[in-house]
């Protein structure tokens, strides 16, 4: 497990080191699943501050939707014929909702894996995390996609107006039971969360009170969804009461309104837990923890937290601005803080195969293979802990907030032997569906992220570069070449030979002959505790 993080480099100032291989790796590692050799390649030939505006700001931000792979002939979609999408069509059917939110798993999961140069993928998982609800318990697959494409669509604007279409989003008003919030039955589920989880956290040593969080819920009576799956605010069913909260927000009253209206109050609401700072400080935090390290102590309160949020504040809760400050700044590059993270299981398997060039089918053109090989890899998230769309309850994944563990949670005696074996099915025979297969390609890879493959010297020092974050001692690199490239041989001349054999002569002994000691030393070198950091 990474050790506690000591770092020099305790402020914003602007990264003036090194641009090179490892400073570009551990960027992309972060902000992306995984780094490819591609995108590692195509952003050396950048600057930092090109780097970070191009990830900053996706040029595609539009998505194909999920489409309907799940009609046999024991399960039928009246309205939406195979690979075409359901997402216009709601149904209160509750099988039907039940194929559609695991096909919504599989397209998730599909637009990881093609993701473009951009951060868009790790902060629209960042909010999922953030907000916290349940596919299954949302359960109206139309709802379940319409509350992932506003985190999608909305994850790199305002903060503040990305709460408050949360807010009033249909799948958030069904997972929290907003839509049952009214004045003669007020529900607190969302008034609790949205202050507990959403915007102010629990960090604070004066905190709102319950009686903030029962006022809370009557300013947000009213708000319901129709039979035509569209949320409306009902006037009848709003609390037309003047509520009153406490010493924490300034001994606020927001007035009760009638009519329509009353939703306003919603934005009163929004405006008063905004006007303090701990909201600000909060997402930092959380901001922090996510691409950085999960400790922060009063020094890091004091020198990066604290100056982000007064960023957060002026930009008037633009996310970008506070992005770009962290992701540029020393601190961020400052090598101790490289492989200091746990990989989440998504990191896992989505950065393996980014890193591995993996091609899976186009779910546009074979939605049948492209489906069912992006549910082998959701199958595994799930097996590791981390089934996407599924957090184990409205705080998130555990790994992401749980003191003092966090991100050590991921890795235990269940779930590290099952991300070695994913990949040594990568490395060996990988998936296949009808005639699409998905597997590490050894000989292709090689090619692609090393100058000399013949030369073992060069091709281990690259593999342990480019696959892990931390340093090796060169005496392991020097044994592992010998037992495994050179087969117990002294002289290089043994992978030389094999390789330079194959390249003029590509019979199946000789593909054999490499692509075996190929295949074993990417499976040493990927059940490495090292190969779980980035």
Not at 431 to 451: L, M, P
Request: hydrophobic residues 35%; proline residues 4%.
């Amino acid at each position: 497990m990474p050790p506690s993080i000591v770092t020099s480099k305790l402020d914003l100032t602007p990264y003036k080191g090194i641009w090179d291989f490892a400073a570009v790796k551990h960027l992309l590692q972060r902000t992306m699943f995984g780094a490819a050799n591609s995108d590692i390649q195509y952003f050396l030939t950048k600057d930092l501050k090109t780097t970070i505006d191009e990830l900053l700001n996706p040029i595609n931000n539009s998505v194909n939707p999920p489409l309907n792979d799940y009609t046999t002939t024991t399960v039928l979609d009246p309205n939406v014929k195979i690979g075409t999408t359901w997402i216009n069509d709601p149904t209160n059917d509750g099988t039907l909702n039940s194929y559609r939110r695991a096909s919504f798993k599989k397209w998730w999961v599909g637009q990881m894996i093609n993701q473009d140069r951009s951060i868009k993928e790790k902060m629209s998982l960042f909010w999922a995390n953030h907000f916290g609800t349940e596919v299954a318990t949302i359960s109206i697959s139309h709802y379940v996609y319409q509350h992932h494409s506003l985190l999608r669509n909305f994850c790199l604007g305002n903060f503040k107006q990305l709460v408050k279409l949360v807010t009033v989003d249909a799948g958030m008003l069904r997972y929290l039971n907003g839509y049952l919030n009214t004045n003669t039955s007020p529900d607190e589920n969302y008034g609790r969360e949205l202050q507990e989880l959403f915007t102010i956290g629990k960090d604070t040593e004066i905190r709102y009170t319950e009686d903030d969080v029962k006022a809370a819920a009557k300013v947000l009576t009213g708000w319901r969804i129709n039979s035509s799956f569209q949320v409306y605010f009902d006037a009848t069913k709003h609390d037309t009461s003047n509520k009153q909260f406490s010493t924490f927000y300034n001994n606020k009253t927001i007035t009760g309104k009638t009519g329509s209206n009353g939703q306003l109050e919603t934005d009163d609401l929004l405006d008063m837990i905004f006007s303090k700072t701990e909201a600000a400080k909060y997402i930092c935090r959380k901001i922090y923890r996510w691409f950085v390290f999960y400790q922060i102590d009063a020094d890091v309160e004091k020198n990066i937290i604290t100056p982000l949020s007064s960023l957060f504040i002026q930009s008037n809760f633009e996310i970008k601005p506070v992005l770009k400050a962290l992701l540029s700044s020393e601190h961020f590059f400052d090598v101790q803080n490289r492989g200091a993270q746990i990989k989440s299981p998504m990191d896992h398997a989505i950065g393996c195969i980014r890193q591995f060039n993996i091609t899976f089918p186009d779910a546009n053109n074979n939605y049948v293979d492209a489906y069912s090989l992006f549910n082998s890899i959701v199958s595994q998230l799930i097996s590791f802990g981390q089934d996407p769309g599924e957090p184990p309850n409205v705080a998130g994944w555990q790994a992401y907030y749980q003191t003092p563990d966090f991100y050590e949670l991921w890795i235990n005696a269940d779930t590290l032997p099952k991300r070695n074996k994913l990949t040594d099915l990568l490395v060996n025979t990988g998936y296949t569906k009808n005639t699409s297969k998905v597997i590490i390609d050894s000989i292709k890879f090689v090619k692609e992220i090393c100058a000399d493959p013949s030369d073992p010297n060069l091709l281990v020092n690259t593999l342990f570069s480019y696959l892990l974050s931390t340093d090796v001692l060169d005496t392991t690199k020097q044994n592992l070449k010998k037992q495994i490239l050179l087969s117990g041989q002294a002289s290089d001349y043994y992978w030389t030979e094999a390789w330079n054999s194959y390249q003029t002569s590509p019979t199946t002994i000789n593909l054999n002959i490499v692509t075996s000691r190929l295949k074993a030393l990417l499976k040493y070198i990927l059940n490495t505790p090292d190969y779980q950091l980035a």
